[in-house]
């Protein structure tokens, strides 16, 4: 993942990420080092890459969740071998479905849009699945589209990671 690329949210996404200020997370936030930062924004919660806590200028991929809601959205920038991929299905009437790596059967509802600054894709996952405890363990997230691979690795902030696993996770009952 690069970090100097600037990413913009398209009218479709998460409103708050709309000029939002990152409030304080943790004791290892540093401005100036890009990591994972997470913003509890009472009830939603937003992770993204980024060298600031008061900034729009987020990474690649990011994910937000209703608070105790158990799922999170993942939403990123795609490559232009990705959108050929889904033109390729639509135009065999082919469904784009989206394969976790590991396998994780609870990604579900995969959308393709334009934004501002280019076509995104947009998916929902438990925080607790397969998929996203190896995200918070290794700092990887992977997942397949027809034969196009998506992959980020990223490491610096993984305690954000966890962070926001736990203010995403359903309340045991």
Request: proline fraction near 3%; hydrophobic fraction near 40%; glycine fraction near 10%.
């Amino acid at each position: 993942m690069s970090s100097g690329c600037r990413m913009s949210i398209g009218a479709g996404s998460i409103a708050l990420a709309v000029s939002v200020a990152l409030g304080p997370t943790s004791a290892y936030s540093v401005e100036g080092n890009v990591q994972w930062r997470v913003s509890d924004q009472g009830d939603s919660v937003l992770l993204v890459t980024a060298d600031s806590e008061a900034t729009d200028n987020f990474g690649q991929l990011l994910f937000h969740c209703k608070k105790g809601s158990g799922n999170a959205t993942a939403e990123g920038d795609m490559s232009q071998g990705l959108r050929s991929t889904i033109a390729a299905m639509m135009l065999h009437d082919e469904e784009p479905n989206i394969v976790m790596a590991p396998e994780d059967s609870s990604a579900l509802g995969g959308e393709f849009f334009t934004g501002m600054a280019g076509w995104r894709y947009r998916f929902q996952l438990s925080v607790t699945g397969p998929a996203f405890a190896q995200f918070e363990r290794t700092g990887s997230f992977r997942f397949k589209l027809g034969d196009q691979s998506v992959s980020s690795d990223f490491k610096v902030g993984l305690e954000n990671v966890r962070k926001f696993q736990e203010l995403c996770r359903r309340p045991a009952t």
